[in-house]
């Protein structure tokens, strides 16, 4: 057998239904972080060519759980090659005490936006988000390449810097930050009058629309809040106390003349 053939170039399988970018937000800083962690490796033609095999749907199977992401990518055996990114995950406790002491940072993340200052928060504390150098993480293939990561890895690592640019929870979850997932209630509920108080218990009806202030540009002839405060009250009314028949809620002035 000739040198030449032994070097033969391989090429990937084709695979049918593999998962490939969905595009999405890629200017979200959280997704040029971790590209700029994989272009900092200096991993010159290796990552293009990951990045080819993320684009070409290589990647036939991925999972993200605490500490680990798991994967199958499609190569040139007839086997997928199997392999895992691995990194320590982070003091959760130490991550909800922060998330706790400022709740908007936890409302920004249910909203999947992942907020500069959280990131900026956590590493004063030494709970690095982002891993800093090729070292933070330990790659495992299956393949035959020696170098790590090697390309399927790299088209594992990109597929996932879109994944969290859609849904930074994914990269949450990856560092041991798991948010508790619930499913909705969708029984009809009906609130008594009790529970109506208590969403609104000011005996003021008044109170809300006073925080309106002035209204610009209110072209009625009477005043605006006055109007308001009499429509409020009467559906406040209605809502505390539902009458045995249907209330009447129009204005005197828009009922039928007889």
């Given at each position: 057998m000739s040198k030449k053939h032994d070097y033969a170039p391989r090429f990937a399988r084709t695979v049918r239904g593999g998962l490939r970018p969905q595009g999405g937000n890629r200017d979200v800083w959280w997704r040029k972080r971790w590209i700029?962690?994989?272009e900092d490796m200096?991993?010159?033609?290796?990552?293009?060519?990951?990045?080819?095999?993320?684009?070409?749907?290589?990647?036939?199977?991925?999972e993200v759980a605490p500490g680990i992401i798991s994967a199958e990518v499609q190569g040139a055996d007839v086997t997928p090659y199997t392999l895992s990114a691995e990194m320590p995950v982070l003091d959760a406790h130490q991550v909800w005490d922060i998330l706790h002491d400022t709740p908007i940072y936890t409302a920004q993340v249910a909203a999947r936006f992942l907020p500069l200052a959280l990131c900026e928060r956590l590493s004063q504390h030494g709970l690095h988000l982002f891993p800093e150098k090729r070292q933070d993480m330990v790659f495992r293939c299956s393949c035959k390449d020696w170098s790590r990561p090697c390309k399927h890895l790299l088209a594992v690592l990109c597929l996932f810097a879109d994944a969290i640019a859609s849904d930074p929870l994914l990269l949450l979850r990856f560092r041991g930050i798991v948010f508790p997932e619930t499913e909705p209630d969708l029984t009809p509920q009906v609130l008594t009058p009790e529970a109506i108080l208590r969403l609104h218990p000011s005996p003021d009806t008044a109170s809300v629309p006073r925080r309106l202030g002035t209204l610009p540009y209110w072209r009625g002839t009477e005043e605006f809040r006055k109007t308001l405060e009499v429509a409020y009250h009467r559906a406040h009314l209605r809502a505390v106390t539902p009458p045995e028949t249907p209330l009447d809620l129009r204005f005197a002035e828009d009922m039928p003349s007889e």
């Open positions: 700029t962690w994989m200096h991993l010159g033609p290796r990552l293009g060519r990951g990045r080819s095999y993320a684009q070409l749907g290589q990647v036939c199977k991925m």
